[in-house]
């Protein structure tokens, strides 16, 4: 589905709810070109983001798969790190889209379409302090990111608050490419759906054995970059196949559910 046709999914997220739909990838919600200037200012670190883990400098942590800014699982249980870093990120972030449409306005307005219309908002914590909006994944040549399911990341203990205000069970997974590795680097999507016997314990894990998925059916896509994906990443096992070539895979994006009060959609990361 291209963007300019974005009208024609108006109130899919319902289907995703009641899972006749699995995923849509939305094609040129930013021009490549202007994903080649987005991805060269991600390399030079501009604007310098908090790197996660936190590393001296951006060529430092390039050896191995990093963020721009933290998700909630990596703040662990001190949570004043992530609240502040979610700050940094978003100024950071308008800055990044400075000369293009921003990035929050844009996933909103297409989240909003999709939902039929509801608010899309980042959720707040009590204190007041906003929740990360997105993150930018950065996997060098050669990183993965390992067999999951992120309905398991609510049995984190940084998901209470946020478990009292949407449906984290029933999450969504989104990311915009913004540069494409030379090969490799593929999304991989399997038949396998999540059960919460899945998790011992409620634990949450990085990554699942492989052997969950060894009979299960799977696709791949390969998104270019300016390409949107949205998918049902909470009860579907997924992973990102190795990167290979010299180019980096650099993804922004982030979760989105239903609020509990059932008019708005929430985001974050
Ligand atoms: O490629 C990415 O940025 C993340 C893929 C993923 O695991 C997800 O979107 O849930
Ligand atoms: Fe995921």
């Known amino acids: 589905m291209d963007y300019s046709q974005l009208g024609t999914l108006e109130h899919c997220l319902d289907e995703f709810t009641r899972r006749t739909l699995d995923g849509v990838v939305i094609r040129q919600v930013y021009s490549p070109e202007y994903m080649q200037e987005i991805s060269s200012r991600i390399e030079r670190h501009e604007p ?14 390039r050896k191995n798969k990093h963020l ?7 703040a662990g249980r001190d949570l004043n790190e992530y609240f502040r870093v ?11 889209f400075q000369d293009g449409a921003d990035y929050e306005e844009r996933m909103r307005q297409i989240f909003s379409v999709l939902g039929g219309g509801r608010a899309v908002v980042l959720p707040r914590n009590p204190d007041g302090q ?10 060098p040549a ?30 969504l997974s989104f990311f915009l490419t913004l540069n494409a590795p030379g090969g490799g680097g593929e999304l991989v999507v399997y038949e396998r759906r999540w059960s919460d016997r899945d998790d011992v314990g409620n634990e949450y894990v990085v990554s ?10 799977w696709i791949a896509l390969k998104p270019q970059p300016g390409d ?26 982030g979760f989105l559910a239903n609020a509990h009060e059932g008019k708005s959609l929430y985001y974050w990361s």
């Open 228 to 253: 949107l994906i949205l998918f049902a990443g909470g009860r579907i096992y997924h992973r990102v196949a190795p990167t290979e070539g010299n180019r980096p895979r650099y993804t922004l994006g």
């Open 68 to 74: 721009y800014g933290i998700t909630l699982v990596a």
């Open 86 to 96: 979610a700050a940094g990120f978003r100024s950071h972030c308008h800055e990044l």
């Open 130 to 139: 906003d929740y990360m909006p997105a993150t930018v994944r950065i996997l």
């Open 48 to 61: 310098p983001f908090y790197i996660f883990p936190n590393m001296a400098t951006a060529a430092e942590a």
């Open 142 to 171: 050669g990183a993965a990111i390992d067999l999951h399911c992120d309905n398991n990341l609510s049995h984190h203990p940084t998901y209470a608050h946020l478990k009292t205000v949407c449906d984290v069970g029933n999450q």
């Open 208 to 217: 699942k054995d492989a052997s969950m998925v060894e009979d299960s059916e």
